[in-house]
């Protein structure tokens, strides 16, 4: 499995830090500061929806 760093993750003090792991067809996310802890794991159009309603709820810098 191959993990990478979200690109909102960069920079700050790395408290809201999160991973990704394409697992076709889901898509896995995990705390980058605990990688060994227990991973969330979505069909992908389940992740896409989650994404886009964060995206919504968030603020833009």
Do not use: N, Q, Y
Not at 32 to 61: D, G
């Amino acid at each position: 499995m191959h993990w990478r760093k979200s690109t909102h993750s960069g920079g700050g003090d790395g408290d809201t830090c999160v991973e990704v792991a394409e697992l076709h067809p889901r898509i896995a996310i995990r705390d980058s500061k605990a990688p060994l802890r227990a991973a969330l794991s979505f069909p992908a159009p389940a992740f896409t929806a989650l994404i886009e309603h964060l995206k919504a709820r968030t603020p833009a810098p």
